[in-house]
């Protein structure tokens, strides 16, 4: 079964859309055609051996309507280097976003990449990452990383700003101590005699050079980044901590040359101190920045480094090692007892137990026999196994996997759009307050060394890192949190719309219910035995292709019965079957079917009524015209459906359930799990204007189904939900993949969901409050009405800290528990 988007101009109203989902679905082939008059698109769910995409374009356009080719577009990731605030980012893509053929360029400043979706026809991708360069950033290969690579090229940076703080603390240090000697008496170690600045102020001042030197030397990179983007009118924070601290060796170096023009007054305004403990604490503050930012990508790392790297492949009888990468489908590949499943096949031969939690988050191993499907990673715990390669490459579920977490975690929510904003104006705004303020106290009067230390710390206080990394640090971990239990979030809109959903609307077959038909009862007649009934049903029902019947034979064999050979067969269409078994007479059926050959059900009746009543499909055995008894089916409901229902209703959540069964079996159904909004004989092709009535109501609906026949539905929905190990509809038209079939993980995607939001918030609340807080103080507020100035030094420890702060909360994440 194919399923399509397909653009449609020439529609003027609903009914249009209506006109073209009845022509379309009037099609040989097509199974759902459904047209969103909004979005000018049909979704069409077809049999391509029946009925070919261009024969459904072919039909549109006869009924008047043009068809909408898609835009040739390529989507690109590309790792993007010296990137050092939000500001870098939001350049990146102000530029990018103007180049002729990017129809959309996203930069992620925590995951240090930039998506970019382009026309190739109008630009290459060469264009685009000289585009990145010529404004002062690397862009990194965007070939596909391992792992390995990726993990030690984050190392590299980090020992590399490490590096740098070590020396620039080496010398900061004494640099710190010789500037504070003059002013604090009691400190312990006295400096030399030929540096004592009241005597040998010019030895005092060289000596603070030579120490500033290689301070400035580790912290190149705030210069040379920081002036290149204030020429080119984008200033970042490297502009600010740029201009603040050369400000100050500026105007240290001015008071050394007056030193040295006898003026030994000047030895009083020497601010090289300031400049290099601004540097190295800034330099600190990078360095845990970056350890930080690696642990929020921890959980794609695992991802990444699940699979093996070789696989044993037959080839002509015996086994070869191969690299991954050689593996094609149709390869037999051998995979051995405490071995890992290289790529996604199918088992044929032999039979073990697999450990899929990699997968599920499951962590029981599931038996596989041949035939049986088996998943790259899954872990061999027992048994010797061959399989046929059905998946590899970028193909296999644990590929998947990786791909929507990447796209999840480089994603951007809606509520970081105010934190872009902001950002994007925050530099240039700040560069006005530190020099309004700097003049504004040289006109109070103040001197020139006071406006000085103001002007400096207003710079240096003011960072939009914090704000840059509020919001993609916390969908970095939430997502990735999710995918450790199962849960896989597509995007960081899906993660920020679900804490928002009020109402939650199952499918009942195979979401709420197994979806496949069980024995729930066996009732006897008097003197007939409970093995005498099952065994002669299930010869019965032995040659049956019906669900019902597939259901007693599997009891049957569940329960170790040896199945008798049936002499005669004859299936009684809309009532049974008929049949001889050991020359006796067998009916099995239905009601009618009793009634019919006048068959009485005498105690049995109310049983039968009973049965009904709670959602089950009674079927009676007659032999040789006398009832036997009463085998009960039914699809039975999960072993968790119950619990997750009243887990959600209390957490504020309505329940219903939508299902195309009878309205007395669904209420049954419903009853059972504790769920009181009923919405029953509904086709599937109805189910997505039933969404759309909820919507109606005003509410936040979250629809949940096994991605196949609920597809329309999914996606009409504000959030989709598809149960089910990731088959390809249910990745295409959800937004958020149970890959576990558990229904406790629906309360546990919307807990992690306000979780992250939460977190979210509290880091905007703080990035916000410690800037609103921070430039006024450091602007002299607090001195104005008798307080405190703030030192530049306190500004720079508060700003490097200031983002630590809002990593730190992100990671608190991690310790996310689901439900049980």
Request: some cysteine; hydrophobic content about 45%; glycine content about 8%.
């Amino acid at each position: 079964m194919n399923r399509e988007i397909v653009g449609i101009s020439g529609m003027t109203c609903a009914a249009c859309a209506k006109r073209i989902e009845r022509v379309v679905g009037k099609l040989e082939g097509v199974v759902q055609a459904s047209v969103n008059f909004a979005a000018e698109k049909l979704s069409v769910e077809y049999d391509a051996q029946k009925v070919s995409l261009d024969k459904i374009k072919e039909t549109v356009k006869d009924a008047g309507y043009g068809i909408v080719e898609d835009q040739r577009k390529n989507t690109v990731t590309i790792p993007i280097g010296g990137m050092t605030c939000a500001a870098c980012a939001n350049r990146i893509e102000k530029v990018l976003g103007r180049k002729e053929g990017v129809l959309r360029a996203s930069v992620n400043f925590a995951t240090e990449k930039a998506t970019v979706e382009y026309d190739p026809q109008k630009i290459r991708l060469s264009a685009i990452r000289q585009t990145i360069e010529d404004i002062g950033y690397k862009a990194l290969s965007v070939e596909k990383k391992t792992v390995d690579e990726d993990k030690l090229r984050k190392e590299k940076e980090i020992r590399t700003l490490w590096t740098k703080f070590i020396v620039s603390a080496v010398f900061a240090v004494p640099l710190l101590y010789l500037a504070m000697v003059p002013m604090i008496a009691w400190l312990p170690f006295p400096i030399p005699g030929f540096l004592e600045p009241m005597h040998y102020p010019l030895n005092y001042a060289l000596a603070q050079i030579i120490l500033v030197i290689p301070v400035i030397i580790a912290g190149r990179n705030f210069y040379t980044v920081g002036f290149k983007a204030l020429i080119q009118r984008s200033p970042n924070m490297d502009s600010l901590i740029a201009v603040g601290t050369s400000a100050a060796v500026i105007y240290s170096l001015y008071s050394t040359w007056l030193i040295w023009s006898g003026n030994m007054h000047a030895v009083e305004n020497l601010y090289f101190e300031t400049a290099g403990v601004i540097i190295t604490l800034i330099l600190l503050g990078k360095s845990l920045e970056a350890v930080s930012k690696g642990k929020t990508s921890e959980a794609i790392k695992k991802l990444m480094g699940l699979a093996p790297k070789t696989a044993i492949v037959i080839q002509d009888g015996k086994e070869t090692e191969i690299p991954i990468d050689e593996v094609e489908n149709g390869d037999v590949i051998l995979v051995r007892p405490g071995e890992k499943i290289p790529v996604d096949g199918e088992i044929i031969e032999g039979h073990t137990a697999i450990d899929e939690s990699m997968l599920t988050g499951e962590s029981i191993p599931v038996d596989k026999k041949v035939g049986d499907k088996v998943y790259a990673a899954s872990l061999n715990t027992n048994g010797m196994i061959r399989f046929k390669a059905t998946r590899v490459g970028s193909d296999t579920a644990l590929a998947q996997i990786i791909r929507l977490v990447e796209e999840a975690q480089g994603s951007k929510a809606p509520i970081a759009k105010l934190a872009d904003i902001v950002s994007g104006y925050f530099v240039p705004i700040v560069v006005a307050i530190a020099v309004l303020a700097f003049a504004g106290w040289l006109i109070a009067g103040k001197s020139l060394v006071f406006a000085l230390t103001i002007f400096i710390s207003v710079l240096v206080i003011a960072c939009p890192c914090a704000l840059g990394l509020a919001t993609p640090t916390a969908i970095m971990v939430g997502t990735g949190k999710g995918a450790e239990y199962g849960i896989l979030i597509k995007s960081g809109e899906a993660l920020e719309i679900t804490h928002r959903i009020n109402t939650i609307v199952f499918d009942k077959t195979g979401t709420i219910t197994e979806g496949k038909p069980k024995v729930t009862d066996i009732i006897t007649a008097a003197g007939v035995s409970r093995e005498f009934l099952l065994k002669m049903a299930a010869s019965g029902e032995k040659g049956s292709e019906h669900p019902l019947g597939k259901a007693i034979v599997n009891q049957a064999e569940e329960e170790g019965l040896e199945l008798m050979k049936t002499e005669r067969f004859e299936a009684i269409p809309g009532h049974g079957i008929e049949v001889v078994i050991e020359g006796r007479q067998v009916l099995i059926g239905n009601r009618k079917l009793m009634d019919d050959r006048g068959i009485s059900l005498g105690e049995l009746s109310d049983q039968s009524d009973r049965l009904a009543d709670e959602g089950k499909t009674p079927m009676y055995v007659a032999v040789d015209n006398q009832v036997s008894g009463i085998i009960a089916v039914a699809d039975v409901v999960k072993e968790n459906s119950a619990r997750a229902i009243k887990q959600l209703q209390s957490m504020g959540i309505e329940v219903a359930m939508i299902t195309g069964d009878n309205r007395k079996t669904a209420e049954a159904i419903a009853k059972q799990v504790g769920i009181d909004r009923v919405l029953a004989e509904v086709l599937p092709q109805d189910k997505s204007n039933e969404v759309k009535k909820l919507q109606a109501e005003g509410k936040k609906v979250a629809m949940v189904g096994d991605g196949i026949n609920d597809a329309p539905a999914l996606v009409q929905a504000d959030i989709g939900i598809a149960i089910g190990s990731g088959t390809d509809v249910a990745l295409e038209s959800a937004d958020i993949v149970l890959m576990r079939s558990d229904l406790m993980d629906v309360p546990t995607a919307i807990h992690l969901s306000r979780s992250t939001i939460r977190t979210i918030r509290q880091n905007l609340f703080w990035a916000f409050g410690y800037n609103v807080a921070g430039i006024p103080i450091a602007a002299g507020l607090l001195y104005l009405f008798g307080g405190p100035l703030l030192n530049p030094m306190f500004a720079a420890a508060a700003m490097s800290l200031s983002s630590v702060s809002v990593l730190t909360n992100a990671l608190r994440l991690k310790r996310f528990k689901p439900y049980k």
